[in-house]
């Protein structure tokens, strides 16, 4: 798909603009984790147990690598920075990473199998090809909109902050049609206060 810069207006009116749909999904997983990582090592803390012992070295290591890596992503994402999927690539492959030491741990640094290695890497490399390729990370946090989109925008009518695109007499605006200029600017209104 051909992508176009934008303005942060045009990006802001597209369809796919926002933290919903898969992304949020995404971004809930990744909380989730992130608070599950924190109760374990605040409860080994508060239990008094060694942190590092050898029955529990590998998750431990696992937990802290997990809390570094998703920080920035869990912040860039809520700032709309466009920084965001660097951050989410480095936590992806971060995390991969440290799976695969984690399963050698385990294992006693014996190889065990191809699954343990390749069903990882594969929904890894999936969730890396959505955070570069997704319509809704490209417009939220790349401020690039298709082509055809962009082309129409070029003639959009401004409105608090928002650029409007519109083709003849059909106005867009995050997904929605409306067939008159002041139905769209109520619509707006409701959602702009």
Partial sequence: MAWTKVSDG????????????????????????????????????????????????????????????????????????????????????????????????????????WQNLAIPFIGSALLVWYFWSSKRVNATYRRRVPEEYAEWAETGIPYKGFVIPHNQEIYWFRGKEFATLEALHQHIDKIVK
């Fill in 10 to 113: 045009v990006a802001q009116a597209y369809t796919f603009y926002g933290l919903r749909g898969w992304l949020l999904f995404f971004y809930v997983i990744v909380t989730a984790g992130f608070v599950m990582a924190c109760v374990s090592i605040t409860s080994l803390l508060i239990s008094g147990a060694p942190l590092f012992s050898e029955g529990e070295g590998g998750s431990i290591y696992l937990s802290l690598a997990y809390i570094v890596l998703t920080f920035p992503f869990l912040v860039l994402v809520r700032t709309y920075n466009s920084k965001m999927p660097h951050a989410a690539t480095a936590m992806i492959a971060g995390n991969y990473v440290f799976s695969v030491i984690d399963v050698f741990y385990r294992s006693g640094w014996q190889w065990t199998s």
